[in-house]
């Protein structure tokens, strides 16, 4: 070891250096920190005939979510209780929404209008793979 700062023995430098070491040894490797960090996933989701296409996505836990919907018929919504989404498309438009998700699990997606008896049947599902 070097010389040690005024008032400073080489017992206390020592002690300092352990504890050093013992912080960063406790910090996963920059290449996990980098893979921790939430990555972005878009879908865009087709909403006709009483059908989501595609019926199910699939992310990781923590990704940031991005979903534009379009609707090719009449209005539609994309609804998951969990996530307390529920986003409405008119019929012929799109609606761009983004959310984390947060919450590992499977999880229906449906359509909540109730202006056609088919709208019951839209059914899709969310599956987030815990991290």
Do not use: W
Not at 31 to 45: H, K, L, M, V
């Amino acid at each position: 070891m070097g010389s040690t700062q005024p008032g400073m023995t080489r017992r206390s430098t020592l002690v300092l250096l352990v504890a050093a070491a013992a912080l960063l040894t406790d910090r996963p490797p920059v290449s996990a920190r980098q893979e921790q960090a939430a990555t972005q996933r878009q879908f865009d989701i087709a909403a006709r005939k009483f059908a989501f296409t595609p019926p199910r996505i699939e992310v990781v836990q923590d990704d940031l979510v991005k979903i534009t919907l379009r609707s090719d018929d009449i209005a539609h919504s994309f609804t998951v209780d969990a996530y307390r989404i529920a986003k409405r498309v008119g019929g012929g438009q799109t609606v761009t929404f983004e959310f984390r998700a947060d919450q590992p699990g499977t999880f229906p997606i449906y359509c909540n209008l109730k202006q056609d008896d088919g709208c019951r049947q839209m059914k899709g599902e969310l599956v987030v793979r815990a991290r």
